[in-house]
């Protein structure tokens, strides 16, 4: 027995377990981690002490604060989903469930606060249940009044569902698109059963009118910047707990399963408890995400269980990059900013709007330059382009839609052939057709979703790392070649020594003499 391994047996259990511990807690903080913890642990700590100080740099308005407050909830959201997606193989398009579910333990909690102050003047009703004709609270609201009793089913709740849900599902062993569609179904179903007024959660209007958090007034300036910095922690310690599960033993056999989840039941693991674990950590961020959204936003209803919501995440993570963890974040927090300026009313021209299809042209004609000008989409953009110029001396009735028509014939034909011309032919009929007015301002809202799915295609082609994922693999890949350069260089300077070892004679000062090739060392002091 080595001596490493008598002096682990010696070693007391308890503290054996405290080292594993330890080593988990503090194995993932690289400097890359303890950039992302430091800066959203500043900002927790600048907002809240600027919120007096109107010329402070960190000031932050009170819609904007709550704004990125919301952000910071939906980062926390999307690094739960890039968690068990990204590392874990599992593509979950109901997240939003334990999102809401979190939401809703709070909403609970933030009901029963409003006491004799709502509408009806009940002292334990809320205003929806005094409507409803609710004679008593019912048994599942019991304890609500109470924050501790809240914060328990924050996490509780998300995660004994998907607890629930995992523990058929993985021993069922349900992989891809098909776990992907039973969580979707997961989802829509409790977005049915809670629009329902009986089952006692305030139907299809949910749960607002909030007053006191704490007994703090949830509308005061310095109560919404203590929870723009509780999102701030709850995110820092989100991540930290996700980079040190990836960082540990256990993260190895997770991306294992992730990659060839056979291979690694046959080497003696169990992939369904490993997905278990991961999966139900990952509800239980998603519901303190969702608990942190509430009383920022002042209302949950039964739309946050949406399937819709649950894919925006999914998307969030595709553009942020899968396999990382500061993907997920950075693009939950950039997707949702373009959200809020898309359908907060803005307008452009459709002069700037054109820029859109121009630049993609400009793509495919790069992307096909050297099959030659014939057959690059280029030649396709001018014949759409002149068909769609016609709307210019068609009638008003007929120009109006002509150019537009153009273009979603010529892409419903480039999906069923895939041909760079078609592609090219719809980017120059909408070139010319938003050109035909171009002063005329477009209300981007309409379009969001649209563009969100069009983004999702753009980077799943072109980015298929996402963004942050991409920079990654590109500086990984510039490191592994500097290190081959390095090595290779290194090897050369050993072949081409410049001062060769005598083999008879003395050897230089400070090195030895050199063996002959027989092996044999000469008589005298080579033989000592």
Not at 80 to 92: D, R
Not at 275 to 282: E, N, P, R, W
């Amino acid at each position: 027995m080595s001596d490493t391994t008598a002096e682990s047996a010696s070693t007391p259990p308890l503290r054996r377990a405290g080292a594993a511990v330890g080593h988990f807690i503090v194995g993932g903080l690289d400097w890359k981690a303890l950039l992302v913890i430091g800066v959203l642990l500043a900002a927790a700590i600048a907002v809240p002490a600027s919120v007096n100080s109107p010329d402070s740099l960190f000031h932050l308005s009170d819609n904007t604060t709550i704004l990125v407050g919301k952000y910071l909830c939906y980062a926390l959201l999307a690094l739960s989903v890039g968690l068990i997606w990204g590392y874990g193989g599992i593509l979950s398009l109901g997240h939003g469930a334990f999102f809401a579910l979190g939401g809703y333990a709070m909403g609970m909690y933030l009901m029963r606060q409003i006491g004799t102050r709502g509408v009806y003047g009940h002292p334990v009703l809320p205003d929806f249940m005094v409507f409803l004709q609710y004679q008593e609270l019912p048994w599942f609201w019991w304890g609500f009044d109470q924050f501790w009793f809240a914060a328990i089913w924050i996490l509780l709740g998300p995660g004994l569902l998907a607890f629930a849900f995992g523990w058929f599902a993985f021993r069922s062993r349900v992989t891809g698109v098909y776990l992907s569609i039973i969580t979707q179904a997961l989802t829509y179903a409790l977005w049915l059963a809670f629009f329902r007024n009986d089952m006692g959660f305030g139907g299809n209007n949910g749960l607002t009118g909030f007053k006191d958090i704490l007994g703090a007034n949830v509308q005061a300036p310095t109560t919404r910047a203590i929870l723009f910095s509780a999102s701030a922690i709850a995110l820092a310690i989100g991540y930290w707990v996700c980079r040190s599960v990836v960082s540990s033993k256990y993260g190895k056999v997770l991306v294992a399963v992730r990659d060839a989840e056979s291979r690694t039941r046959f080497l003696g693991y169990r992939p369904d408890r490993y997905k278990l674990f991961v999966f139900t950590l990952s509800a239980c961020l998603a519901g303190v995400a969702g608990a942190l959204y509430v009383p920022q936003t002042g209302i949950i209803n039964p739309s946050e269980f949406s399937p819709l919501k649950s894919i925006e995440v999914v998307v969030w993570v595709a553009v942020g990059g899968r396999g990382t963890l500061v993907g997920p974040i950075l693009g939950g927090i950039a997707v949702n900013a373009l959200k809020s300026w898309f359908t907060g009313g803005s307008t452009l021209p459709h002069w700037i709007v054109a820029v859109v299809p121009a630049v993609a042209l400009l793509v495919l004609v790069l992307a096909r330059w050297k099959d030659g000008l014939v057959r690059t989409p280029l030649i396709g953009g001018a014949i759409g382009a002149a068909i769609a110029a016609l709307a210019f001396v068609l009638p008003d009735n007929i120009a109006q839609w002509w150019g537009a028509g153009i273009a979603a014939i010529a892409v419903l034909a480039w999906l069923i052939t895939t041909s760079p011309q078609a592609g090219g032919a719809a980017m120059g009929a909408l070139i010319v057709a938003l050109l035909r007015n171009p002063e005329t301002a477009v209300q981007l809202s309409t379009y969001w979703t649209f563009v969100l799915g069009g983004l999702f295609v753009a980077v799943t082609l072109l980015l298929p790392r996402g963004i942050v994922g991409t920079i990654s693999y590109g500086w990984n890949v510039l490191r592994a070649r500097r290190a081959s350069i390095d090595a290779q260089e290194g090897r050369d300077a050993d072949l081409t020594d410049p001062e060769p070892l005598p083999i008879d004679g003395p050897a230089p000062e400070g090195r030895p003499a050199a063996t002959p090739v027989g092996g044999v060392a000469p008589a005298g002091e080579g033989a000592r």
